[in-house]
Structures are given as C-alpha cells and as structure tokens.
C-alpha cells in the first residue's frame, strides 16, 4: 500500500518516531517508537511513550528496541484504552526473518524423495 505510514522528523518528533496507517482510508494510525540501543530500555523510556500517545491523541502504539526491556518496562500497562506493544531485539530479527525485511539468502537446500512412477512400465 503506497503511504501506509511516515516517518517523523528525528528533532521535535514530540516522542513519537513513525505513524503507520492500519487501513487503506488512514481511519486508524499506530503510532511507533524506536530505539538503536545496547541498554536495556526502561519503564520510564514506556512512560514517556504512552505520554506521547496521550498528547497525540493516540490509542496503538509499538515501541521497537534493538535492545531488550526491563521486567518493569514489560509489566508496564497503560491505564485506559492505550495499548502499547513492545518488541525487542530478538523479536525484530524473528519478524525481519519472516518478512523477508533486510535480510538475505545465505544458503538454502532440497530435499529430494525417489519418483517410483519413473520406474513403473
């Protein structure tokens, strides 16, 4: 789908990194948050998301790390009808791998069985 999100501008993006569109019309938004970090990323960093959510008038939203959170940070629920969903590092590389999303080939194989048809008259 052509324009089914953008991408905000790196400064004054107000905490909120990208907006997908979850339908053809744009009826409904996720908005996402994205973190390139080694350090475990925190409640608070959760917080700061869901505030943002708040000020956009948001209801979805995804905070993506390539990192891993916090055991405080994954037990974090926002109050309300906001929903946030967290994927870490290992869970990016999984869905990456699965859609075929910045990744290659390295090797593949085949399996071959016997065609006991070929040997039939």
């Known amino acids: 789908m052509e324009d089914a999100g953008t991408v905000t501008a790196y400064v004054k993006d107000d905490g909120i990194d ?7 019309l ?3 938004k996720i908005y996402v948050q994205a973190k390139r970090w080694n350090n475990c990323v925190g409640q608070p960093e959760i917080q700061k998301f869901v505030g943002a959510l708040v000020g956009q008038g948001a209801k979805k939203g995804v905070f993506i ?3 891993y959170f ?5 037990q974090f629920q926002p ?7 967290l994927i870490d590092g290992k869970e990016l590389a999984n869905y990456m791998i699965e859609c075929g999303v910045g990744v290659s080939l390295k090797q ?6 016997i065609d006991t048809d070929y040997f039939e008259e």
């Open 70 to 74: 916090s055991k405080e940070a994954r």
């Open 65 to 67: 790390t390539t990192s």
């Open 108 to 113: 593949s194989y085949q399996i071959k069985r």
């Open 26 to 28: 744009g009826l409904d």
């Open 18 to 24: 990208g907006v997908i569109k979850e339908d053809k």
């Open 79 to 85: 109050k309300g009808d906001i929903k946030v969903v």
